[in-house]
């Protein structure tokens, strides 16, 4: 059974960076195309970018370029995002998933359980 | 962008309804399109993917139609586990994207 654990709750300053893990275990991570959405309280998903775990080759949303990071270790089957020049509407769960299918388009069928990042002077 | 426009935002049923929820893209998606349930505090759960293939281990009282740009999620017997919010998203082309949502509330 597929998993992503993801690290804990962060609470920053605005200006800040933080950066979120995601670990994969129960299937090949290098395999599968690893998304993050993020979904600000009470509001809907956005999706904000993928990166290809097999090469490092990120695809972000036009809204988050130049602000958002994607990394992975393979050592450790393990996915990164950052995202710098935090503002208070940067708050949200920040969630990793996986992409059903082995390429960079496709359903998420499995998802981490979210890391809520807070934004606040 | 594509936009995905989802109908009703808040639904009211009962248990054992049929319940019927819209998504309506801004140009045609080829059926790449996929419906999730929300619970508070929980990440999204696929549900059905390719408009229409339901995920393994999803009840078959879900099911997904359409051609286009408009595609339904049924609930054929709404059960009390049903309770939730609902979103579409389209994955034709980057950037994905979502509907804004379907509250499905106790009447």
């Known amino acids: 059974q597929a998993q992503l654990l993801q690290s804990g709750a962060e609470v920053k300053k605005p200006g800040a960076s933080v950066k979120v893990s995601c670990k994969a275990s129960g299937y090949t991570f290098t395999g599968h195309y690893m998304h993050w959405v993020r979904q600000a309280p009470g509001q809907g998903l956005e999706w904000m970018g993928w990166?290809?775990?097999?090469?490092?080759?990120?695809n972000y949303a036009q809204k988050f370029q130049g602000r958002v990071t994607m990394t992975r270790d393979t050592s450790i089957s393990t996915g990164y995002m950052e995202l710098s020049s935090l503002r208070s509407d940067d708050t949200a769960v920040y969630y990793c998933?996986?992409?059903?299918?082995?390429?960079?388009?496709?359903?998420?069928?499995?998802w981490g359980q979210g890391t809520l990042v807070t934004v606040s002077s | 962008d594509i936009q995905m426009t989802q109908s009703p935002s808040t639904l009211s049923a009962s248990v054992g309804d049929r319940v019927t929820i819209t998504c309506r893209a801004s140009?045609?998606?080829?059926?790449?399109l996929a419906w999730y349930q929300q619970k508070p505090g929980k990440p999204p759960k696929l549900l059905i993917y390719t408009a229409s293939s339901l995920q393994s281990g999803v009840p078959s009282r879900f099911s997904g139609s359409g051609s286009g740009t408009e595609y339904t999620l049924t609930i054929s017997s709404l059960q009390p586990d049903d309770f939730a919010t609902y979103y579409c998203?389209?994955?034709?082309?980057?950037?994905?994207?979502f509907g804004g949502g379907t509250k499905v509330e106790i009447k």
């Open positions: 140009q045609s998606i080829s059926d790449w």
């Open positions: 990166i290809n775990p097999n090469n490092g080759i990120t």
């Open positions: 998933v996986n992409c059903r299918t082995t390429s960079s388009s496709g359903s998420f069928d499995y």
């Open positions: 998203q389209q994955y034709n082309e980057d950037p994905p994207t």
